[in-house]
């Protein structure tokens, strides 16, 4: 059983940056593939970002590219998410969660076995 928790989430103007976190803990918490997703209010969730067990290898969603970095570090058990040039409709409560598969496949909700409870990032216009 693996526990996510995220923070780093708040309100920010449109332009600026955030910073999220993930936090892993369990049995075998760094031998996953981690992701990052996001849901606005009345929509599905979507794919946001995800990193290899090792994290050399990465996938992001185009409306994010060139503007999110996601990273991990395995000593820590940690996975962020930095967002910068934000936009109002990157609004959405974002969660992080954890995969089996690598990057090429990570990009679906339901191959991820593990999620946290999720961070609401607001971005103002």
């Known amino acids: 059983q693996v526990q996510l928790v995220e923070s780093g989430g708040g309100l920010v103007q449109a332009g600026g940056s955030l910073r999220l976190s993930c936090v892993a803990s369990?049995?075998?918490?760094?031998?996953?593939?981690m992701g990052w997703f996001r849901q606005a209010p009345g929509k599905e969730r979507e794919f946001v970002a995800t990193?290899?067990?090792?994290?050399?290898?990465?996938r992001y969603a185009d409306s994010v590219k060139g503007r999110f970095t996601i990273s991990r570090d395995n000593a820590k058990n940690t996975v962020d998410l930095q967002m910068n040039s934000l936009k109002p409709e990157d609004t959405a409560v974002y969660y992080c969660?954890?995969?089996?598969?690598?990057?090429?496949?990570?990009?679906?909700?339901?191959?991820?076995?593990?999620w946290g409870q999720g961070t609401q990032v607001t971005v103002s216009s």
């Open positions: 969660a954890a995969t089996s598969y690598t990057p090429t496949f990570a990009t679906l909700t339901w191959r991820y076995d593990y």
């Open positions: 369990g049995r075998g918490a760094s031998s996953y593939g």
């Open positions: 990193i290899s067990r090792s994290g050399d290898s990465t």
